[in-house]
């Protein structure tokens, strides 16, 4: 049984290293572990996997399709490299990495998807470590760390979907755990900026430069100072900023109002079907930024209808985005049920040192390494063992913030393992191989976050904060 979940786990794998879509080959592969139990493969595709799938959809598109509509329009109103050229100026020449990283940060921070920012931040690094004739294999680890580490899964009200996960199993909100989601989003930061330092100034003294280790392919000739004149900084960093506050008010809001009060206006069939309140407050806060970017950005996306073009695509990327996701979790729902599946839970969960904290970390992150994505593991981990988690946790009174925040912590270590999706697009929009520029990312977006989440899961069980 187990083998016959190991074997469609590999593929799975080297298919999406592939650079196959899972949206095609998640199935086949449910299927082919569904085969080796006895099961018959059409209700297995029909009931199992799509139905799990449908779910995943109907509980989250509006977060990803916000988020993808909200991020194409920050960087086609200019405000992302309004906020790229004013840490830049502020920091200066010296702290290149750390203005480039204090710019990812800022823009995932307040909304903006990773896909957008590398392409936002890629050209602006580009012309500076040309300047400064700095190894380029190093930018892809910088687009990474700054965007998809502490801002996907360690600081409270990250609106990315890592942090909006776990409120669905957990009883929580985006907020959850915010002492300790500060103190390891600033290490995993800090300890990444200190790499990244590190590793250009080492580099640089063995004579590597600007134009070694990568192909000279999307080479900016200029960066466009056009776009820095539409708004000033306070209008690029407001929306920005209104999201993270209206993020939070919403949720404290909504946690004070019974979603079966307001269930109960909808006198439809449908209406007997508990939503996630949790997204609530996250729709409203992206909506308020949408339109409020509109405006700040309205003299540049008057023009050739660019407001309605950044929509249609930000839409459009949501979608892809969400099934290839949905996909991983409708596999991950059919190898959950599968007997096999039953034998490596239990052993996850035997793993225990006194708390459920260690089991969780170690399930999250060898699920979102298998699937190449932070949250399809999660959520194939939350769905299938969440409730024991949640149960062993009251049996020993420790809270489910730090539950919600380590799983999601814990999502983004080995999922960027080389096979996962956003790694492969970044190097090779940036023109770096894996042998040039895998290594750094590995440390700043896999070995520093499952260290730094070790010693958070230490901190709270020693503690007890959270």
Same mark, same amino acid.
């Given at each position: 049984m187990v083998i016959g979940i190991i074997i469609s786990l590999l593929l799975l794998t080297v298919i999406a290293y592939r650079g196959f879509s899972v949206?095609?080959?998640?199935?086949?592969?449910?299927?082919?572990?569904?085969?080796?139990?006895?099961?018959?493969?059409?209700?297995t595709y029909t009931n199992?996997?799509?139905?799990?799938?449908?779910?995943?959809?109907?509980?989250?598109?509006?977060?990803?399709?916000?988020?993808?509509?909200?991020?194409?329009?920050?960087?086609?109103?200019?405000?992302?490299?309004?906020?790229?050229?004013?840490?830049?100026?502020?920091?200066?020449?010296?702290?290149?990495?750390?203005?480039?990283l204090a710019t990812g940060v800022v823009l995932t921070?307040?909304?903006?998807?990773?896909?957008?920012?590398v392409f936002t931040i890629y050209p602006l690094a580009a012309v500076m470590f040309r300047e400064l004739n700095m190894p380029k294999r190093l930018i892809p680890a910088i687009v990474i760390s700054g965007s998809a580490t502490a801002t996907m899964t360690a600081f409270p009200g990250t609106p990315a979907i890592q942090n909006i996960i776990p409120t669905t199993y957990f009883g929580t909100d985006a907020f959850a755990a915010p002492v300790v989601g500060i103190i390891g989003g600033v290490l995993v930061i800090f300890l990444g900026y200190l790499w990244l330092q590190y590793r250009a100034t080492g580099l640089m003294?063995?004579?590597?430069?600007?134009?070694?280790?990568?192909?000279?392919?999307?080479?900016?000739?200029?960066?466009?100072?056009e776009q820095e #004149?539409?708004?000033?900084?306070?209008? =690029?960093?407001?929306? @920005? %900023?209104?999201? *993270?506050?209206?993020?939070?008010?919403?949720?404290?809001?909504?946690?004070?109002?019974?979603?079966?009060?307001?269930?109960?206006?909808?006198?439809?069939?449908? #209406?007997?079907?508990?939503?996630?309140? =949790?997204?609530?407050? @996250? %729709?409203?806060? *992206?909506?308020?930024?949408?339109?409020?970017?509109?405006?700040?950005?309205?003299?540049?996306?008057?023009?050739?209808?660019?407001?309605?073009?950044?929509?249609? #695509?930000?839409?459009?990327?949501?979608?892809?985005?969400?099934?290839?996701?949905?996909?991983?979790?409708?596999y991950g729902n059919v190898i959950s049920n599968l007997p096999g599946f039953k034998t490596v839970a239990d052993f996850l969960l035997s793993i225990d040192p006194g708390t459920p904290l260690v089991s969780e970390a170690l399930t999250v992150n060898i699920l979102a390494g298998i699937t190449g994505s932070a949250s399809g593991g999660m959520s194939i981990a939350l769905e299938a063992m969440g409730a024991r988690y949640l149960a062993w946790a009251a049996e020993l009174g420790i809270n489910p913030e730090i539950l919600h925040r380590i799983a999601a912590m814990s999502s983004g270590g080995f999922d960027s393992l080389p096979h996962?999706?956003?790694?492969?697009?970044?190097?090779?929009?940036?023109?770096?191989?894996?042998?040039?520029?895998?290594?750094?990312?590995?440390?700043?977006?896999?070995?520093?976050?499952?260290?730094?989440?070790?010693?958070?899961?230490?901190?709270?069980?020693?503690?007890?904060?959270?």
């Open positions: 949206i095609v080959f998640a199935p086949f592969c449910a299927i082919l572990a569904a085969i080796t139990a006895g099961w018959d493969p059409l209700p199992q996997f799509l139905g799990s799938a449908a779910v995943y959809f109907k509980n989250f598109f509006p977060i990803f399709l916000l988020g993808g509509v909200f991020g194409k329009i920050v960087e086609e109103s200019g405000a992302a490299y309004v906020i790229a050229k004013f840490f830049s100026r502020k920091l200066g020449a010296k702290y290149t990495i750390a203005s480039l921070y307040g909304g903006v998807s990773l896909f957008v920012v003294a063995k004579g590597e430069d600007y134009y070694s280790m990568h192909e000279r392919i999307n080479e900016p000739a200029i960066v466009d100072g #004149a539409t708004m000033s900084t306070f209008q =690029a960093f407001l929306p @920005l %900023i209104t999201v *993270l506050v209206l993020n939070f008010v919403f949720t404290k809001t909504f946690a004070g109002i019974s979603p079966d009060v307001m269930l109960a206006t909808i006198k439809a069939p449908l #209406a007997a079907s508990r939503p996630p309140v =949790a997204t609530w407050a @996250l %729709i409203c806060a *992206l909506i308020a930024g949408i339109l409020l970017m509109s405006a700040m950005g309205w003299k540049r996306l008057r023009k050739g209808n660019t407001l309605m073009l950044a929509i249609n #695509a930000g839409a459009i990327g949501s979608l892809l985005a969400i099934l290839n996701t949905a996909s991983e979790v409708g996962n999706g956003a790694v492969i697009t970044i190097l090779a929009f940036c023109g770096i191989n894996h042998k040039a520029g895998y290594p750094d990312i590995f440390v700043v977006s896999v070995f520093i976050p499952f260290a730094v989440a070790a010693v958070m899961i230490l901190l709270a069980t020693l503690t007890g904060i959270y």
